[in-house]
């Protein structure tokens, strides 16, 4: 039974930094795509990050680009989302993600398990 569960979420004042966790179980971790997507309230689920999990190579979606890093430790099975220069505007429900197959860079269809998610509040 594949089980993402999130941690590190919390709030904290623009300008700061949280590391988010996704500890993953229960299928094969390597080769397989992670992400981590995120959804404000009353907007729609927005990917973030996405990593490989065969070579680590890694996609961002613009919004984040140069402030947040995707990493992973494979000896684990945990996937990292270190967010740095937080804004008001990352505020939002962060969820990880499985997708076992390639296709469009943070496409929530073709990811098949997610996480219970973790919230994230920046204030200003």
């Known amino acids: 039974q594949v089980q993402l569960v999130e941690s590190g979420g919390g709030s904290v004042q623009a300008g700061g930094s949280l590391r988010l966790s996704c500890a993953a179980s229960?299928?094969?971790?390597?080769?397989?795509?992670m992400g981590w997507f995120r959804q404000a309230a009353g907007k729609e689920r927005e990917g973030v990050a996405e990593?490989?999990?065969?070579?680590?190579?890694?996609y961002y979606a613009d919004s984040v680009k140069g402030r947040f890093t995707i990493s992973q430790d494979n000896a684990k099975n945990t996937v990292y989302l270190q967010m740095n220069s937080l804004k008001p505007e990352d505020t939002a429900m962060y969820y990880c993600?499985?997708?076992?197959?390639?296709?469009?860079?943070?496409?929530?269809?073709?990811?098949?398990?997610w996480g219970q998610g973790t919230q994230v509040t920046v204030s200003s």
């Open positions: 990593i490989y999990t065969g070579t680590g190579s890694t």
């Open positions: 229960g299928y094969t971790y390597r080769f397989n795509y």
């Open positions: 993600a499985v997708a076992t197959y390639p296709g469009r860079f943070l496409d929530p269809v073709r990811y098949n398990y």
